[in-house]
């Protein structure tokens, strides 16, 4: 047994295992879930070390929280619109299979399911992302939670009643040694060492006419705001470094929320600064982010850029348009609301966004996964109406978003849990990589303006690559 692993684990584990035997008349194949506290555990060296299958990683870095699992006991999924409920459904159901041994004061209440939706699921999925399903959830085997300076092994096994007992809990020990052995706390700047990077875009030209035939239809009132999005592929002459991908984005990157998911061969991985919706005991938590501007060369220029950014009208009615859609979609599903009255201006390495923070309280019944389907896509990432937004998507841009700016997170046993929306990311293959960044595109909306806000956007994930286009 892992010595870093209390005394007792075992023992608990097996008496578990012994009920759920029990129990599998009532239950089917109960779902047996035991926590212990662990020291502090680095989150991407548990990532790293776990080797094939699926693999999470979720990371605040400012706010000392981390969530990596490894491998699956449970696999929940869903398609086309209902995508939501199916998995909410399957959610429900997993919860009342469990059998539990939780572990003192942890931040979440276990088992978690991880994982994420697809952005729009009447799109055919490309090639790129045949490993991601419309919506994709799993239960970690293993997982680690982490905050501020505390760690937590949580232990997930779906039993089958006619499974070896003592052949399933030592199997699980010896996976437990491999993963957790010299995964203490540690960090480090890696990357891939500045390799040589062939880049291929989409032209330049093309995206800039989509964006003046756009603005083309705000104007006679098709539609208030669409966001266009574009991509790049990049090739890499050796495989990719994902966990030193991880580690240098979280030395630069601490406001974000940077998120991984492994699939089959590939990976889908981002430092995302916008959340969709987070609920906790009750409280919703939205994040509206939307307008832009790049960051000063100095402190008097980033001053007077974010000043700026303020005080322009386009940016703040693509602003103004977010929050109060958002505002809307929350009154029918909370009981009251906290909206300020006007953006602040939040601040990534080399951009700056306005943005506004809503509170409220949920109504009873309503979970995160329907918090989730409401709110997604908010107009900082489809547009408005919505639908409209939608279909003009489909029609101007030639590739399958898939999960790109789609809602990425977690939900726990009580249903408190957190959504991202999944921007400043990346499709990783082997030694290939997909960028993705789109842009508001309103009235005032200038082709070029716009394409150089989409180049900004695209350098965090170029800049984990060592990469520059050429």
Known sequence: MPSILSTNFSETLRELIAQS???????????????????????????????GGERWFWEQPDAQFSLVGTGASVFLSGRGKSRFAEVS???????????????????????????????????????????????????????????????????????????????????????????????????????????????TSDSKDHWKRSVGSIVEKVVDGAIEKLVLARNIEIH??????????????????????????????????????????????????????????????????????????MSDDKERWEHDLVVRTVEDTLTTVCSDLTVPSAPSVVKMPNIQHLYTPIEGTVKSGITIFDLAEQLHPTPASGGVPRES???????????????????????????????????????LKTNEATLYAGCGIVADSDPEREYQESELKLQLMLWALNATQS
């Open 89 to 199: 459904s399957a959610w429900r159901h997993t919860v009342a299979i469990t059998l539990d041994d939780p572990a003192g004061p942890m931040p979440i209440s276990t088992p978690i399911c991880v994982g994420g939706f697809a952005f729009d699921s009447r799109r055919t999925a490309d090639s790129p992302w045949e490993d991601f399903d419309d919506a994709y959830f799993f239960v970690p085997k293993f997982l680690v939670t982490s905050s501020k300076g505390n760690s937590w092994l949580t232990v997930s096994l779906l039993i089958d009643p006619g499974a070896d007992r003592d052949r399933l809990i030592e199997s699980t020990l010896s996976e437990l040694a491999t993963l957790l052995n010299g995964n203490t706390a540690r960090d480090a700047e890696q990357g891939h060492g500045g390799l040589e990077i062939e880049g």
């Open 236 to 309: 890499l002459q050796s495989p990719l470094n994902v966990s030193g991908m991880l580690r240098k984005i979280r030395s630069r990157y601490g406001n974000c929320t940077i998120f991984a998911l492994s699939k089959g061969e590939s990976c889908f991985l981002g430092a995302t600064p916008e959340r969709l919706v987070s609920l906790r005991d009750g409280t919703v938590e939205v994040a509206c982010l939307a307008g832009s501007a790049p960051r000063g060369a100095s402190e008097d220029e980033d001053c007077r850029l974010g000043a700026g950014l």
């Open 389 to 427: 937004a939608l279909d003009l998507i489909r029609s101007y841009e030639s590739f399958d978003r898939g999960w790109y700016a789609g809602p990425i997170g977690w939900v726990d046993k009580n249903g408190r849990g957190e959504f991202a929306v999944a921007i400043r990311s990346a499709l």
């Open 21 to 51: 035997f029990q129990d599998s008349d009532r239950l089917g194949r109960p779902l047996v879930c035991i926590s212990t506290a662990i020291p502090n555990t680095d989150a991407i060296g548990v990532f790293e070390q776990a080797q």
